[in-house]
C-alpha cells in the first residue's frame, strides 16, 4: 500500500442550498520519498484537498488512508497526533506565531509531542541551522523578512520529523529569488529521503517536482511523471 | 499531565507578560478583592490581638457576678446582689482567692466641680480592686483599708474626669461633690486609653462603705462582685458560688438563676465571636467582589481568545488536542488570578499597615496564615470558574475556520 491513498474523495460546501463540490472522486496514491506539485486553476480545489491531506479538514465522503491507517473515521485526539508526528504543513502565509520568537515557534509542535525543554531547544535549533537560521532564532517573525518566515515555517514543519511536509503555496508570498533558495531546500530535503507534497500555480516551481498533478473543477485532470529539471 | 500543566503555565507567563498592561487590568478586580480581604482580616486580626491582651491583664482566673436582667421583675421584686450576697460567698465558698464588690451610683447633678460637671458613675469598691484591675495610683494614692474602716469622704479618679472636671494637673488635694456629700481626691490614676470604645479613664471610686453610707437603705443601686480563684479551681469556686446566691435569692428548684457569673475568658470568647461575624461578613461581601473580578476576566479571557483565533489554529494544525488548547487558556485564567491575587495580598498588607499605624493604641496587624491560602485559593478558585468557558470555547475551535480566521 501507497503512504497516501485516496479512495474516491469528495468534498462538498453547503452554502445556503447550494451544494458546491470542491472535490469530486479523487483517487490518488503517493508513495514514499515522492516530491509532487499539485497545479491547476484557482478554485479548483488544490487547497480543499492538502487540508484534507493535512488532516485539518475531513472529506464529506470517499477515504484517506495514511501509512496504512485510515484517517477518515479517526477521533479528534488521534488527528491531533497524526497532523503532529505525521505531517508537517507550510502555508502561503507562513502561519507563524506572534509576539514569539523563531526558536519558540520552531519548540512549539515539539510541546504537543511532549519532548522535555532542553530536548525540545537542541532539536529546534538544530533544525533552524539546517534552514540557515542559526544566527537570528532570537527574532520574533515580525523582525524577519518573507523568506526568512517561510524558513521558520519550513524548520518548524520539519522539526518533529514528519513522514510527509505539505505545503500550499510555500512561494506565493515571496519574490522569484527567494522562492528559488526555498525550492534549492526542498530539493534537498527530498533527496535526503522526505516526501513532499506542494500545491503552486507557477509553471516554473512545479518543474521542480517529479510529478505533477493537475487539478481541474475538484478532478485530477492530468498526473504527469518527468524527470526533475 | 505535569508536563502539559508546565508547559501550559510558561506559556501562560508568556503570554501574560506580552500583554502586561491588559493583564494588569484584567485582574485588576482580583487585586483590589483580595487586597481588602486582607486589609480588613489584619484589621480585625489586630483588633483581637488587643483584646485578647488587654484580657491578659485581667487574668483567666477572675469570675464576673452580677444581676441577670433579663430575668427582671424575678418572682415580684428587682434583681439585684446585696451586700448580704458578699458577706455570704465570703463566708461559705472554699478556694476563693479574693471577692470584691463594685456599686455604681449616679447622683441626679453628676459629679461636680466648681461649676464642671462629669455624669461619670462613682463606684463603691475596696481596694483589693486596685490589685485585681490592675490599677495604680500616677500621683497621690489607691484607695486603702483605713478608708474603708473610716468610711472616709475620698475618692480616686481617671484622668477623663480630671479632664471633664477642669481640675488642676495635680487634682489630690481639691474637693468636688457627688449629690449631697463633698469628697477629697487622695488619687489620681495612671491613664489606661481606650478598651472596646470605652473609656477607661472615665472613672471616679470611692470606698465601699462609703458608698454604702451615702445610699438610701430601700435603695439596691447597681452591685458587681470580681472574684479572683485558682484557675484550676475556678469551676468548683464557681459551683458554690452560684449555691450560696440561689439559697440568698430563695431560687425554688429548677427556677433560672437571677444572676450571671461569666469568667473573663468567656466575654473574651464572645468579644471573639463578634470579630469572627465581622470576618466573616466582610470576607462575604469581598467575596462577591471576587466573583465580579472573576467576570471580568472571564469577559477579557473570551475576547482574548477570538482575538488569538487564528494563533490557536496554527496550534491545531501542529498537533495540539482540545486538551492541550483547553489546558493553556484554563491556566491563563488561573495564573492571571493567582498572580492578581499576589499583587492584592501584598496591597492588602501594606495598606492594614498603614491604617493600623493611623489608629492609635493599636497593636500592628496581623496577618494570619489562613487569610492567605483562603484569599490564593479563593482567586485560584475564581480562575478556574471563569476560565472554563473562555477555556472551553478555545479548545471547540474548528483548525481550518480558525487559520482562516483574519
Ligand atoms: N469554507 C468554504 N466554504 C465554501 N466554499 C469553499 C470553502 N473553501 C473553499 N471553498 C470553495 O471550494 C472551491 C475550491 O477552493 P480551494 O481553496 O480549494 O481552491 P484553490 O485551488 O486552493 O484556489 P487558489 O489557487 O485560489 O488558492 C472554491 O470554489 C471555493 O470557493
Ligand atoms: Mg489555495
Not at chain 1, 90 to 95: L, M, R
Not at chain 1, 140 to 152: F, I, K, T, Y
Not at chain 2, 195 to 215: C, E, H, K, M, W
Amino acid at each position: 500500500m501507497s503512504l497516501i491513498e485516496l479512495k474516491n474523495v469528495g468534498r462538498v460546501y453547503h452554502m445556503g442550498g447550494e451544494t458546491l463540490h470542491a472535490l469530486r472522486d479523487i483517487n490518488l496514491g503517493i508513495e514514499q520519498n515522492e516530491y509532487v506539485a499539485f497545479i491547476g486553476a484557482s478554485g479548483s480545489g488544490k487547497s480543499t484537498l492538502m487540508n484534507i491531506l493535512g488532516c485539518l479538514d475531513s472529506p464529506s465522503s470517499g477515504e484517506y488512508w495514511l501509512d496504512g491507517s485510515r484517517v477518515s473515521g479517526m477521533s479528534g485526539k488521534e488527528l491531533a497526533r497524526v497532523r503532529n508526528r505525521e505531517i508537517g504543513f507550510i502555508f502561503q502565509s507562513f502561519n507563524l506565531l506572534p509576539r514569539v520568537s523563531a526558536l519558540k515557534n520552531v519548540m512549539q509542535p515539539l510541546i504537543y509531542a511532549k519532548v522535555g525543554l532542553r530536548e525540545r531547544t537542541r532539536r529546534a535549533q538544530a533544525m533552524l541551522e539546517q534552514v540557515g537560521l542559526g544566527e537570528r532564532m532570537h527574532h520574533q517573525p515580525n523582525e524577519l523578512s518573507g523568506g526568512q518566515r517561510q524558513r521558520v515555517a519550513i524548520a518548524r514543519a520539519l522539526v518533529t520529523q514528519p513522514s510527509i511536509l505539505l505545503a500550499d503555496e510555500p512561494t506565493g508570498n515571496l519574490d522569484s529569488k527567494t522562492s528559488l533558495d526555498i525550492m534549492t531546500l526542498f530539493k534537498r530535503l527530498h533527496e535526503e529521503g522526505q516526501t513532499i507534497i506542494m500545491v503552486t500555480h507557477e509553471t516554473d516551481i512545479a518543474a521542480y517536482c517529479e510529478r505533477q498533478i493537475q487539478l481541474h473543477d475538484g478532478h485530477v485532470a492530468t498526473d504527469s511523471r518527468e524527470a526533475p529539471a | 499531565m505535569i508536563f502539559l500543566i508546565l508547559e501550559s503555565f510558561r506559556s501562560a507567563l508568556h503570554s501574560i507578560r506580552a500583554n502586561a498592561l491588559r493583564s494588569f487590568l484584567t485582574s485588576l478586580g482580583i487585586i483590589i478583592g483580595v487586597a481588602s480581604i486582607i486589609t480588613v482580616v489584619s484589621l480585625v486580626q489586630g483588633l483581637q490581638a488587643s483584646i485578647d491582651q488587654q484580657f491578659e491583664s485581667l487574668g483567666s482566673n477572675s469570675l464576673i457576678i452580677q444581676p441577670d436582667f433579663n430575668q427582671q421583675e424575678y418572682e415580684g421584686r428587682d434583681v439585684y446582689l446585696s451586700e448580704d450576697d458578699l458577706l455570704a460567698i465570703r463566708k461559705r465558698v472554699v478556694g476563693l482567692d479574693s471577692v470584691t464588690p463594685q456599686v455604681f451610683l449616679s447622683a441626679a447633678q453628676g459629679l461636680t466641680y466648681r461649676g464642671n460637671r462629669s455624669s461619670v458613675d462613682v463606684r463603691g469598691v475596696e481596694p483589693d480592686l486596685f490589685v485585681l484591675d490592675d490599677t495604680f495610683a500616677d500621683r497621690g494614692r489607691e484607695l486603702i483599708a483605713a478608708d474603708l474602716i473610716g468610711r472616709s469622704r475620698v475618692m480616686v479618679i481617671g484622668d477623663k474626669v480630671r479632664r471633664d472636671l477642669k481640675l488642676p494637673n495635680d487634682p489630690v488635694g481639691e474637693f468636688v461633690q457627688f449629690g449631697l456629700d463633698w469628697f477629697k481626691i487622695v488619687g489620681l490614676l495612671e491613664i489606661k486609653g481606650n478598651f472596646l470604645g470605652q473609656d477607661l479613664d472615665n472613672v471616679a471610686y470611692i470606698p465601699f462603705t462609703t458608698a454604702n453610707s451615702i445610699t438610701p437603705t430601700h435603695a439596691n443601686p447597681f452591685m458587681i462582685f470580681l472574684a479572683k480563684a485558682d484557675p484550676d479551681e475556678l469551676d468548683w469556686v464557681r459551683q458554690q458560688i452560684r449555691q450560696v446566691l440561689r439559697k440568698e435569692h430563695k431560687i425554688q428548684p429548677g427556677k433560672p438563676d437571677d444572676f450571671k457569673i461569666e469568667s473573663s475568658e468567656q466575654i473574651q470568647q464572645s468579644i471573639a465571636q463578634v470579630t469572627g461575624i465581622i470576618t466573616v461578613v466582610f470576607g462575604g461581601i469581598v467575596g462577591i467582589s471576587l466573583l465580579v473580578g472573576g467576570i471580568g476576566i472571564m469577559n477579557i479571557m473570551l475576547v482574548s481568545v477570538t482575538e488569538r483565533t487564528r494563533e490557536i489554529g496554527i496550534c491545531k494544525a501542529l498537533g495540539a488536542t482540545r486538551a492541550d488548547i483547553m489546558l493553556q487558556f484554563l491556566i491563563e485564567a488561573v495564573v492571571l488570578c493567582l498572580l492578581g491575587g499576589l499583587i492584592g495580598l501584598a496591597a492588602g498588607f501594606g495598606l492594614g499597615k498603614v491604617i493600623a499605624n493611623m489608629i492609635p493604641n493599636f497593636t500592628p496587624a496581623v496577618v494570619p496564615l489562613w487569610a492567605v491560602f483562603l484569599a490564593l485559593g479563593f482567586s485560584t478558585g475564581v480562575g478556574v470558574l471563569f476560565g472554563l468557558l473562555p477555556a472551553a470555547k478555545a479548545a471547540r475551535l474548528d483548525p481550518i475556520e480558525s487559520l482562516r480566521y483574519e
